[in-house]
């Protein structure tokens, strides 16, 4: 897994196999990847279009915990979503997203 660093601005890409880290330029670097690795796990909450008369974005989240390495990857595809209203609180807007066997789901009902 290939994570960029936001611990200063160079911003480096930092390679994550297993237990093996690679690509920094600092030990901040270093501490963010291995900081990855030990968190715990938790939500990943996104905002998504949608095409709606009342708005113009649809709050969603996982509906598992994920570990916080995926958390970029996740936010990608998210960003790249959209949905059509009507829509309900808890329909899935994306199935097993990155092969995790985790959903993206809706946190808001939109009628129009």
């Known amino acids: ?47 998504i279009r949608i095409d709606s008369q009342m708005v113009s974005g649809l709050p969603v989240k996982t509906d598992k915990k994920v570990a916080k390495i995926y ?13 059509k209203a009507p829509i309900n609180v808890g329909d899935v807007i994306k199935d097993n997203i990155l092969d995790l066997d985790v959903n993206i789901v809706s946190q808001k009902r939109i009628l129009k």
Do not use: T
Not at 6 to 15: G, L, Q, S
Not at 71 to 83: T, V
């Open 1 to 47: 897994m290939i994570v960029q660093c936001v611990c200063c601005p160079v911003c480096c890409r930092i390679k994550i196999n297993g237990e093996e880290i690679s690509g920094n330029r600092c030990g901040r670097g270093y501490n963010y990847a291995k900081s990855l690795l030990e968190e715990e796990d938790d939500y990943v909450y996104g905002k």
């Open 71 to 83: 958390h970029q990857a996740i936010l990608k595809e998210i960003f790249d979503l959209r949905a």
